[in-house]
C-alpha cells in the first residue's frame, strides 16, 4: 500500500517557500509515495457545521495549486494528488491549462482528486459555479477534461460551458491526462468514480469504506454501482482503487496511526494519506511525526 502526507493547506504551518521545500523534500526523503493538498476557499463567518472547532486556525487557507506547484519543483519521485480540487472554483478551460501545466513540471507526478465539496457557500462566491447543478457540472468538466487531454484541436459545447475548436498543443506527460480520482459517498459519486476515476477516495465513516472490515451490505451496492458504470464505459471495473484519508485528531500517537495503516493494507486499500492541520501548528512537527509513523511500520 502507498502512503501520503498532506500538505496542510488551512492553519499556520506554512508560512514560506523555503520551509515548504524542505518538507516536501524531506516526505519524499522518508520514503512516501505521495504529497497530498486539500482546497478551501473561503471560510464564512456563519459556516456552521462544526468545521470552526478545529481551533482559529481554520479561517487562513492557502492555494492548493501554488501549493503543489512547490511541491513539485521541490521533489523529483514522489506523487501529487488532491483531496479534495474544487474544481468549479475554475473556468474549464483554464483548469486544463492549469492541471496540464502542473503535469508537464512535475514531470508526470499528477493526480487529481474531485468532489462536490459541502460548503455551498463556495459555491454562492464563485461565478459560473451552481449548487444544485453540482453533479452534472462536475460530470461534465471531468469530460471536458479528458477530451482536452486526448484530442487536438478540441472543441466543447454543452449546457453549461462552449469552447470554440482550439488549439491544445501543451500536452499531458501521463498518456490520457493526470488520473482522476473521484470522493463522495453517492451512487451518483460512484458512477462518477466508474465513468472517470482510477479510484475512489474515502475516509471512515463513508458507507462506501465500510466493507473494508468485513461484509457491509450498503458498501457493495455503492461498489457495484462504480463497478457497473466503469464497465458501461468500456473500463475494467477490477481496476477501480481506494485511497483512504485519515485526519490525525490531537492525541493520536504515531503507533495508532501506523496501526490504522497496516489495518488499510489488509483490508487492501492501495494508498492511505494522513492530514495533520488539527493538530500540529508546523511542518517541522508534521515530518518528525511522519517520521515517526515509518519507523513503525518498518517499511523497506
Request: net charge negative; charged share 20%; hydrophobic share 45%.
Amino acid at each position: 500500500m502507498k502512503l501520503g502526507v498532506a500538505i496542510p493547506i488551512v492553519g499556520p504551518a506554512v508560512n514560506g517557500a523555503p520551509g515548504l521545500t524542505a518538507f516536501c523534500r524531506g516526505v519524499e526523503e522518508l520514503g512516501y509515495d505521495t504529497l497530498w493538498v486539500g482546497d478551501r476557499l473561503i471560510t464564512p463567518l456563519d459556516v456552521g457545521s462544526g468545521y470552526l472547532n478545529h481551533g482559529p486556525q481554520m479561517g487562513r487557507s492557502l492555494d492548493p495549486v501554488l501549493l503543489w506547484t512547490v511541491a513539485a519543483a521541490a521533489t523529483s519521485r514522489i506523487r501529487l494528488n488532491a483531496s479534495i480540487l474544487s474544481t468549479f472554483y475554475y473556468e474549464p478551460a483554464h483548469l486544463a491549462r492549469l492541471l496540464t501545466t502542473l503535469d508537464v513540471l512535475s514531470e508526470g507526478r499528477l493526480g487529481v482528486g474531485v468532489g462536490l465539496g459541502w460548503m455551498k457557500q463556495e459555491y454562492d462566491v464563485t461565478r459560473t459555479a451552481v449548487w444544485h447543478s453540482r453533479g452534472k457540472m462536475l460530470d461534465d468538466v471531468l469530460a471536458f477534461l479528458r477530451a482536452w487531454w486526448t484530442t487536438n484541436p478540441v472543441s466543447w459545447n454543452s449546457e453549461f460551458f462552449r469552447v470554440p475548436p482550439v488549439h491544445a498543443d501543451l500536452r499531458p506527460i501521463q498518456a490520457g491526462g493526470p488520473p482522476i480520482w473521484v470522493g463522495g459517498a453517492s451512487e451518483a459519486a460512484m458512477r462518477r468514480l466508474g465513468r472517470y476515476g482510477v479510484g475512489w477516495l474515502g475516509a471512515e465513516g463513508m458507507p462506501p469504506a465500510g466493507g473494508l472490515d468485513g461484509p457491509d451490505e450498503h458498501a457493495d451496492r455503492l461498489w457495484s454501482v462504480a463497478r457497473r458504470a466503469a464497465q458501461e464505459a468500456g473500463r475494467d471495473p477490477d481496476a477501480l482503487k481506494t485511497a483512504m484519508r485519515i485526519n490525525v485528531s490531537p492525541g493520536m500517537s504515531a503507533v495508532s496511526l501506523a496501526d490504522t495503516f497496516r489495518r488499510y493494507d489488509d483490508a487492501g486499500v492501495n494508498e492511505a494519506f494522513f492530514d495533520a492541520f488539527a493538530t500540529f501548528t508546523t511542518l517541522d512537527e508534521t515530518l518528525e511525526f511522519a517520521g515517526r509513523v515509518v519507523d513503525r511500520l518498518e517499511r523497506p
